[in-house]
């Protein structure tokens, strides 16, 4: 399976952007997804985590109430809504899948990642 995040850009703080995942060469229905983000010189964060349902999220709570992640199987595509960003929100984006992983936190318990999207919050 191949994982494409794209959506990323220059926003002010206060602002809003939605990132996408594209998922290729299996359904994604078969997945669950994840949502990292890395700043320079920083560890992989844990953003968003969602259900192969969607029924179910987890958040970080540096982005509870800020952020949303959904999904359109039919579309195969995974979403990450951002809002009220803030400058300690820049970072690039990663978007991740594991069959069988449900709504953690952990990086190495995902399978397959895609390249990231750089987002960067302006003061």
């Known amino acids: 399976v191949q994982l494409q995040a794209f959506g990323g850009g220059l926003v002010q703080a206060g602002g809003s952007l939605r990132l996408s995942c594209a998922v290729s060469?299996?359904?994604?229905?078969?997945?669950?997804m994840g949502w990292f983000r890395q700043a320079p010189g920083e560890e992989r964060e844990f953003i968003a985590a969602?259900?192969?349902?969607?029924?179910?999220?987890y958040y970080a709570d540096s982005v509870k109430g800020r952020f949303t992640c959904s999904r359109d199987d039919a579309k195969n595509t995974v979403y990450l809504q951002m809002n009220r960003l803030e400058p300690g929100d820049t970072a690039v984006y990663y978007c991740?899948?594991?069959?069988?992983?449900?709504?953690?936190?952990?990086?190495?318990?995902?399978?397959?990642w895609g390249q990231g999207t750089l987002v960067t919050v302006s003061s």
């Open positions: 991740a899948a594991d069959y069988s992983t449900i709504l953690t936190a952990a990086p190495s318990a995902y399978t397959y």
């Open positions: 060469g299996r359904t994604l229905s078969r997945y669950h």
């Open positions: 969602i259900n192969k349902s969607g029924e179910r999220t």
